[in-house]
């Protein structure tokens, strides 16, 4: 590894962040897998199982994610039918639904997904894991800019 590899790896915040966010998202799409859903699905199902019925703005805001995002993540979730879109109120906002193989998916996914928090806490112990936490929600409250990135020139 060269010298400048290694002051990327151990200097560049989003680097590691986004090195980390992997692996664990691969720990938790393993520990999820009998389920049949994804990490990224298991969200958007615990979201709306938690809060009830929300928009897509709503809930892409909830998940600190990008509209465009959320709706390509609903996709496969929609074909199982595992969530519905239902006409909102004013007709033009999209609502997200459980269905009821929704909830009972989400209820046989949340047994594995406890399971894989406790995984974690053992791992690194339930003091690191929750100050992990609270930095990763410091690092969202932070008002560092976000939101959509440039599009390259052609």
Request: hydrophobic fraction near 35%; glycine fraction near 6%.
């Amino acid at each position: 590894m060269s010298q400048d590899e290694d002051l990327s790896r151990t200097l560049c915040n989003c680097l590691a962040l986004r090195q980390a966010s992997r692996h664990v998202t691969q720990m938790y799409d393993q520990a999820l897998a009998p389920s049949g859903i994804r990490t990224t699905q298991y969200s958007i199902l615990q979201r709306v199982h938690q809060h009830g019925p929300r928009t897509v703005n709503e809930l892409a805001e909830q998940l600190v994610m990008d509209p465009s995002t959320l709706t390509h993540n609903l996709r496969p979730l929609l074909k199982e039918g595992l969530v519905v879109l239902e006409v909102g109120t004013d007709r033009r906002r999209r609502v997200v639904v459980l269905t009821p193989e929704g909830k009972a998916t989400h209820r046989r996914a949340r047994a594995l997904w406890l399971q894989a928090q406790a995984d974690f806490e053992r791992a690194f112990g339930s003091d690191e894991a929750a100050a992990l936490r609270e930095l990763m929600f410091k690092v969202i409250r932070s008002g560092l800019p976000s939101g959509e990135a440039p599009r390259r020139k052609p």
